[in-house]
């Protein structure tokens, strides 16, 4: 996903507005190029990161305890602008894919977590 907000950020918010229209969703505004999209593709790069390092040390908790915090955020945040701002499908999409990982990654944390103690 961060590689298609790096080539092609328009695109994404387009796609999505053209399926809010269909769900009687407000369409976002799709802005140039700016600063908050360097910030959402480093923190896409920092999950990623993270999501690697869970692969290459499956017997260090903190890695999944880190993405489910990144993860359960980034969710939590959707769910409040969706509600309290702007009611937007790309948010509500957002809430619901990052808080699944986020409970995955904090499944694994917990299965972790047990096999120590």
């Known amino acids: 996903m961060g590689c298609l907000f790096l080539l092609?950020?328009?695109?994404?918010?387009i796609f999505f507005n053209s399926l809010s229209e269909y769900l009687g969703l407000n369409q976002?505004?799709?802005p140039d190029f700016n600063f908050y999209i360097v910030l959402a593709i480093a923190y896409m790069y920092l999950v990623t990161l993270v999501a690697f390092l869970m692969y290459k040390h499956p017997e260090?908790?903190?890695f999944p305890l880190l993405l489910a915090n990144g993860k359960l955020a980034s969710s939590l945040l959707s769910l409040c602008i969706?509600?309290?701002?702007?009611?937007y499908l790309i948010l509500v999409v957002n809430c619901v894919v990052d808080g699944l990982i986020g409970i995955a990654?904090?499944?694994?944390?917990?299965?972790?977590?047990?096999?120590g103690s």
């Not at 969706?82 to 009611?87: A, I, L, N, Y």
């Not at 990654?105 to 096999?115: E, H, P, V």
């Open 8 to 13: 092609v950020p328009g695109r994404v918010l």
């Open 82 to 87: 969706f509600v309290f701002s702007q009611p």
């Open 60 to 62: 260090n908790s903190y």
């Open 28 to 30: 976002s505004p799709v």
């Open 105 to 115: 990654a904090y499944a694994f944390y917990r299965k972790i977590k047990s096999r």
